[in-house]
């Protein structure tokens, strides 16, 4: 094997993102790409395992206890609380047949969404159940019974008074009217900032915080961005989709990393080639100029880095990280340091429970519900903001037919919304999982028996390393160094939302602009596409003030 291989384009890492754009460069662009992934797996964040006997597998890997605890960084998250003992679980077969997410995942919009679009362009295609249904859980305070409610499609809220519902809808139909320059121009304005101007009622306020929180994976609304959360509002209509008909999904066997694992098929398919368990050491920089990438040499007995070359070069890697491998001294450094200190991790805090059979039932909620529970946590409590939890269960997603686990099983999920820092922080994951479990007991009068086991995973960074709200996302090429190019949720100054869908959206905008190519306007529909430019400092202040009010779901 040379020494000096030469691709026409390396990827640093085997995300969606990587992947995504790999296989549009192979097969729309006949290039010979190589994808190099550090971890023995692909997937990066989209990490996802099917238990078989007393193991697991991800991506062909069979993993028992202690292999799989180890694998879980790789997703960027770590495990926190099980019962029984993990080692337990898996001596016992207790996840055998099921499939699960590290650090757990959603899908916004399933196969209407814009990572499928990508998919079908491509040629490949995976299952992406649906929710069914919307449930709200009124809490009332710790130890407190809470009352349930399901939402009917054009039925008001149970829960909200009659002026609370009125005005919930009238600023959600404002919302889904706005337009991709009214989500431009309000990228550098806080979302908390944002609602208030609005002057809405309290109950509307609360409603919308969660939707919030759910969709960006951050619980404060003043470090979100409010054109982040009007895009997901915005595409609701345009989609004809919401959360009573169904906008959150699932994947089916093997979970969310069969979305990778198709794009690398194409990959394949087209010449290209994936390396895993193959750390980048190095982007290599010549006069301003990508010229490839140092690995560690396997091929020799003096361990001598490898070279390989490459004139264009895509990191995946997220913009904290990036200069582990990227040469800080072709960066100004205000940028660099903005990127190191200031952006933050928006994560996930996600509960797996494998249980012997239906739960939602016993409190009134549909089986294939999203299930939203504001406010369990009390302001002084010192939480960033005050956390919301959002519950479903998996295996009745796609009316009931989503190929998760044994026929019967059931999979339920609690998710919640925290910083990275939180995550980091046993006291306040502990105290989450607690109000968690301890309303779940109150609420199923059989939980504990029907519960076989549970596994929570806090991923500080699940969705994600997001700029401070007045910074723009990094974008995919660099203005500084000459063939480096950069894909991933949070890369792209026109990009909007995250996780899978802006990964996706992401690979796209990063191919466009390596190969002046026009993916973006013929692979996405309208409503998937990024914002346009706007000038600096640019916003709409009265924007949404007179949307006329809604006629229900």
Wanted: hydrophobic share 40%.
């Amino acid at each position: 094997m040379s020494a000096f291989q030469k691709f026409d384009a390396i990827v640093i890492g085997a995300g969606v993102a990587g992947l995504g754009a790999a296989a549009l460069l192979a097969k729309d662009h006949g290039k010979r790409v190589l994808v190099l992934e550090r971890a023995p797996f692909i997937g990066g964040r989209t990490l996802s395992y099917v238990g078989k006997g007393n193991k697991v597998t991800a991506d062909g890997i069979e993993m028992d206890a202690r292999a799989f605890r180890k694998s879980l960084p790789y997703a960027h998250c770590y495990l926190a609380k099980c019962d029984p003992p993990i080692e337990v679980i898996f001596d016992k077969g207790l996840l055998d047949g099921r499939t699960f997410e590290a650090g757990g995942h959603g899908l916004f919009w399933g196969n209407k969404g814009r990572v499928d679009f990508l998919m079908k362009h491509l040629g490949v295609s995976h299952n992406l159940p649906l929710n069914k249904g919307l449930g709200f859980v009124k809490w009332a305070g710790e130890d407190q019974p809470t009352t349930q409610y399901q939402v009917g499609k054009g039925q008001p809220y149970k829960w909200m008074s009659e002026e609370g519902y009125a005005s919930t809808m009238e600023h959600l139909t404002g919302m889904a009217t706005s337009t991709f320059d009214d989500m431009a121009k309000l990228m550098r304005t806080p979302l908390q900032g944002w609602l208030e101007q609005r002057n809405m009622h309290p109950e509307a306020y609360s409603y919308i915080k969660v939707l919030a929180a759910s969709q960006t994976a951050q619980a404060e609304p003043a470090m979100t961005p409010t054109g982040d959360f009007l895009g997901y509002m915005s595409i609701a209509g345009q989609i004809r989709m919401n959360l009573v008909s169904g906008s959150v999904a699932t994947a089916d066997e093997p979970g969310c990393i069969a979305i990778p694992q198709q794009f690398e098929k194409v990959v394949l398919a087209h010449g290209g080639e994936v390396w895993r368990d193959t750390p980048v050491k190095g982007v290599l920089i010549e006069d301003g100029r990508v010229v490839g990438v140092r690995i560690k040499g396997d091929d020799n007995d003096y361990e001598v880095d490898r070279v390989i070359l490459a004139d264009q070069v895509i990191c995946t890697i997220p913009p904290k990280y990036m200069f582990k491998v990227l040469p800080r001294k072709w960066f100004p450094q205000d940028w660099v340091a903005t990127l190191e200190q200031k952006f933050w991790g928006a994560g996930l805090l996600t509960g797996w429970y494998g249980m012997k059979r239906a739960q939602f039932p016993d409190a009134g909620i549909d089986e294939g519900s999203f299930v939203y529970m504001p406010g369990i946590t009390q302001p002084d409590e010192g939480f960033i903001g005050v956390v919301d939890m959002v519950m479903c269960d998996f295996t009745a997603f796609g009316g009931g037919k989503a190929k998760r686990g044994p026929e019967g099983k059931r999979e339920y999920l609690f998710s919640t919304a925290l910083t990275d820092e939180e995550m980091r922080n046993p006291q306040k994951v502990n105290r989450v999982i607690e109000l968690c479990e301890a309303w779940a007991k109150r609420t199923f009068p059989n939980w504990e028996q029907d519960k076989e086991f549970c596994i929570w995973t806090p991923g500080p960074e699940a969705y994600g390393l997001w700029r401070p709200v007045g910074v723009d996302r990094p974008d995919v090429k660099s203005p500084w160094v000459q063939g480096l190019y950069f894909a991933g949720d949070q890369y792209g100054r026109r990009l909007w939302g995250g996780g899978v869908d802006g990964a996706s959206l992401s690979a796209v905008m990063c191919v466009d602009k390596m190969m002046g190519s026009n993916f973006e306007e013929q692979i996405m529909p309208a409503y998937h596409r990024g914002i346009p430019e706007i000038n600096e400092g640019a916003d709409l202040k009265d924007w949404g003030r007179t949307a006329p009010a809604a006629q229900g779901d």
